[in-house]
């Protein structure tokens, strides 16, 4: 038992050090370590900008989408020097966030079902940050029930006629392309009448609208589709095959471990370190104490779970289920963090402006927006489904709208 | 990275498994638990012959010297089993803390008559109501003489020695505080034994008497000697924790399959999936926790201090919380004496409940977490 690299890991985190060192952007090192949870602003840029530029010059060099293969803009790299890479990138990994999304979903699922010219076009522009993807999924009536969704194609010649509305769509606003499910057969059972397709954001009829979030922030968008034309070649799968392409794009989101999970223990824990009350430093308290040691563990406990994955994807075997108790367990602890921070700060807790505000109101701003952390990419009740069904392998729910035809399927509760 | 137990580990499991499902099914815990006898003879003497018992003990005093990793594998084991034999008090603590502070000549007295199941050992150390504190230690030692009444002692009433702290100064220092071995069988000492929550696991009062007893290491470093003595068990107990954490979502998991209500099984309800979940969360959060530990503790590195009091909370978490839902998710079957249930949740609390409790160790990680971050 050990953390050590091997000889080969070794060799390869001194070039992506090495590389690292001669070509970051540092003048962002300094606000980029700062930032920890939520969206990054940049005072001196903008964000997506200087993400773009830097995945150019990521591209460039071979050091992006490292485990695409490389005739796709890839490095054709391991999962463990994926994981490698993104350790040795550091701060500079936040830049990355745009292209996420095209990274790990889109660009996979196109690889897996699209044709072999379109591979050749769009692949390596995506990894290159030239155009980015968004992912076109989640629908007002279909959230935590994906297969629910009501977005129409229908078959017109060698195109397809889209109209309907989606949500929760991430960078929709800046994305040049993005990967679409729709309903193409409501005649028959939900899962069965789905097709994907990937089409051009500035196809004539889609409107991006952003949503104002609980938290006043603008992180999603709505996107509304009035008779799009999306041509049959931009099809992924066959005509009702939507779901199956779908889960392919989602077992790849599942497969990404060295995402470092935010949980708001490093904050809490220097905050109650210098925060003095009437009776001394708060850590000193033997209340407070034990709220920082259960959570200490916790993200103890997450990090050296991940370190379980990367021994796994190290010795060239697929990571087991321990993964997927990350996002539950943080998604909670960043609420319950916040929400003790503020309870130490007292009536001054309720300030929010970062000039008058404890910790420059990080602490209240975690708390806005962390129930949306709870919630998005998977409730933390679909996600207690998922570990219970698949992991554990209780029985899957009984699935009343299961052999029922989509149009046949009640839309209201009363 | 390698943060995962070798093959030859993983294979040392299996064959620890395989033999404590023949030799410790429910009902060696049960003979136990109904006091038909203090502890299953007939498992140590297995436990023995399989080199289990001197797993960490080097092969010049006895034992087969593969190591601490090895020895976090067979806790795991005697954890899912419930074991009802002196393993944590003889291996964990008095065969740590011989192997840390004895003289040759102790060592070669007691390590091999450890590790061949001859002599069964534990720590004194509390003194009624508390936690581990130099200032709780108020039997006393004067002359190689000890007076004074310890209790709980785990396993004190069938142990055949025992490592004691004494005071032997009033200074108000932790380096009053010095250990003793003590021949159990050698007179001076009266052990009774007290009814508790477990009753498949011994504890006892001992009462020293003008009780005769060697030093164990330095006079002065005694509090130094068992806090570190502390912290390897805590690793080592957090290991039986996890392996009581899993068999009791193992059980509870079995169980919500076969039970049908409504017309169908009970583990297709959302309410049984997601306490089931969450003990899988709290399982899987300990384990790692505990690897962390065991590299700590194999490696003797200096994160041990901090990597122990996070084992040790997780897995205390992890098995108290995994053995109270597993009796939820049986429903009234799970309270009656017949079911299993019962004896996961009593041992869940005694282990959580020695080596010092809950607060205590999370006390203890916030204090060393902040030592480090102002080193």
């Keep these: 038992?050990?953390?050590?690299?091997?000889?080969?890991?070794?060799?390869?985190?001194?070039?992506?050090?090495?590389?690292v060192e001669a070509n970051a952007p540092k003048e962002y090192e300094a606000e980029l370590s700062q930032a920890s949870l939520g969206r990054i602003t940049l005072k001196k840029g903008d964000m997506v900008e200087v993400g773009k530029a830097w995945q150019k010059k990521k591209a460039d060099a071979g050091w992006a989408c490292l485990s695409w293969p490389k005739e796709y803009g890839g490095r054709g790299a391991t999962p463990i020097e994926k994981v490698i890479w993104q350790q040795e990138e550091g701060v500079y990994g936040k830049l990355t966030q745009p292209f996420q999304i095209g990274e790990g979903m889109c660009g996979p699922t196109v690889m897996a079902f699209g044709n072999e010219d379109d591979k050749r076009r769009r692949l390596p522009k995506l990894a290159s940050g030239e155009e980015i993807w968004c992912q076109l999924f989640s629908e007002p009536a279909g959230g935590s029930d994906v297969a629910g969704l009501r977005t129409r194609a229908e078959r017109d010649g060698d195109d397809w006629i889209v109209n309907g509305q989606k949500i929760w769509t991430s960078g929709a606003h800046y994305a040049d392309w993005g990967l679409l499910i729709t309903r193409t057969d409501p005649n028959v059972p939900?899962?069965?009448?789905?097709?994907?397709?990937?089409?051009?954001?500035?196809?004539?009829?889609?409107?991006?609208?952003?949503?104002?979030?609980?938290?006043?922030?603008?992180?999603f968008n709505e996107v509304y589709f009035t008779d799009v034309r999306i041509p049959d070649s931009q099809r992924l799968g066959n005509v009702g095959d939507g779901w199956n392409v779908s889960l392919t794009t989602l077992m790849n989101e599942r497969m990404s471990i060295g995402s470092r999970l935010a949980t708001g223990f490093p904050e809490i824990f220097a905050f109650c370190s210098e925060l003095m009350t009437d009776d001394g430093l708060a850590i000193d308290d033997s209340a407070v104490r034990s709220k920082l040691a259960d959570w200490a563990v916790k993200s103890s406990g997450l990090k050296y779970t991940a370190y379980r994955s990367l021994s796994a994807l190290s010795r060239g075997e697929r990571p087991g289920p321990e993964n997927s108790i990350g996002k539950l367990v943080a998604g909670t602890m960043v609420q319950d963090i916040a929400a003790f921070a503020m309870d130490l700060q007292g009536a001054a807790g309720v300030i929010t402006d970062p000039a008058a505000a404890d910790a420059a109101g990080r602490f209240q701003a975690m708390w806005l927006g962390s129930p949306g952390m709870r919630i998005a990419g998977g409730t933390d009740e679909i996600l207690r489904n998922i570990i219970a069904e698949r992991v554990l392998g209780l029985p899957g729910d009984i699935r009343v709208d299961k052999d029922v035809p989509f149009n046949k399927i009640p839309t209201k509760g009363r | 990275m390698n943060f995962e137990f070798s093959d030859d580990q993983k294979q040392l499991r299996d064959q620890a498994r395989r033999f404590l499902a023949e030799k410790c099914p429910p009902k060696t815990v049960r003979a136990v638990l109904e006091g038909k006898e203090a502890y299953d003879k007939a498992l140590w003497k297995g436990l023995a012959e399989m080199g289990f018992l001197g797993v960490a003990i080097p092969e010049e005093f006895g034992g087969t010297g593969a190591g601490h990793l090895e020895l976090c594998v067979i806790a795991e084991e005697m954890g899912r089993a419930l074991a009802p034999v002196p393993f944590s008090s003889t291996v964990y603590l008095a065969a740590e803390a011989l192997m840390l502070a004895g003289s040759d000549a102790q060592k070669q007295k007691w390590l091999?008559?450890?590790?061949?199941?001859?002599?069964?050992?534990?720590?004194?150390?509390?003194?009624?109501?508390?936690?581990?504190?130099?200032?709780?230690?108020?039997?006393?030692?004067?002359?190689?003489?000890?007076?004074g009444v310890k209790k709980p002692v785990a396993d004190g009433a069938i142990a055949d020695f025992a490592i004691v702290a004494a005071r032997t100064g009033t200074s108000g220092r932790e380096t009053d505080i010095a250990l003793y071995l003590v021949d159990l069988k050698g007179g001076g000492v009266e052990a009774k034994t007290l009814t508790n929550l477990d009753p498949s696991r011994n504890q006892a009062e001992l009462t020293f008497k003008d009780c005769k007893a060697e030093p164990l290491g330095a006079a002065s470093e005694g509090w130094s000697i068992l806090s570190r003595v502390l912290?390897?068990?805590?690793?080592?107990?957090?290991?039986?924790?996890?392996?009581?954490?899993?068999?009791?979502?193992?059980?509870?998991?079995?169980?919500?399959?076969?039970r049908i209500a409504f017309g169908r099984p009970i583990g297709s309800f959302q309410a049984v999936k997601h306490i089931l979940a969450d003990m899988y969360v709290a399982a899987t959060l300990a384990r790692s926790n505990c690897y962390y530990g065991a590299w700590?503790?194999?490696?003797?590195?200096?994160?041990?201090?901090?990597?122990?009091?996070?084992?040790?909370?997780?897995?205390?978490?992890?098995?108290?919380?995994?053995?109270k839902q597993n009796i939820q998710v049986h429903g009234g079957m799970g309270f009656t004496w017949e079911?299993?249930?019962?004896?996961?949740?009593?041992?869940?609390?005694?282990?959580?409940?020695?080596?010092?409790?809950?607060?205590?160790?999370?006390?203890?990680?916030?204090?060393?977490?902040?030592?480090?971050?102002?080193?």
């Design chain 1, 1 to 19: 038992m050990n953390f050590d690299d091997t000889p080969q890991e070794a060799a390869f985190r001194a070039e992506a050090r090495k590389w």
């Design chain 1, 190 to 219: 939900k899962h069965k009448g789905l097709t994907m397709f990937f089409l051009d954001m500035k196809s004539k009829g889609v409107e991006v609208k952003p949503i104002k979030q609980a938290n006043g922030m603008q992180e």
């Design chain 2, 112 to 147: 091999p008559k450890i590790a061949s199941g001859e002599a069964i050992g534990t720590l004194a150390l509390f003194e009624g109501t508390g936690n581990p504190s130099a200032k709780a230690v108020k039997l006393t030692a004067a002359n190689g003489v000890l007076n």
């Design chain 2, 231 to 258: 912290d390897r068990a805590a690793v080592l107990l957090a290991f039986e924790q996890v392996g009581g954490a899993d068999r009791a979502l193992e059980m509870g998991r079995d169980y919500a399959l076969d």
């Design chain 2, 296 to 323: 700590a503790l194999s490696t003797n590195a200096g994160e041990l201090p901090e990597a122990a009091a996070t084992a040790r909370i997780s897995a205390t978490q992890a098995f108290q919380h995994c053995a």
């Design chain 2, 339 to 375: 079911f299993d249930c019962h004896l996961y949740y009593r041992r869940s609390n005694a282990l959580a409940l020695s080596l010092g409790s809950l607060s205590y160790w999370e006390d203890q990680l916030i204090e060393r977490m902040r030592k480090k971050n102002a080193a």
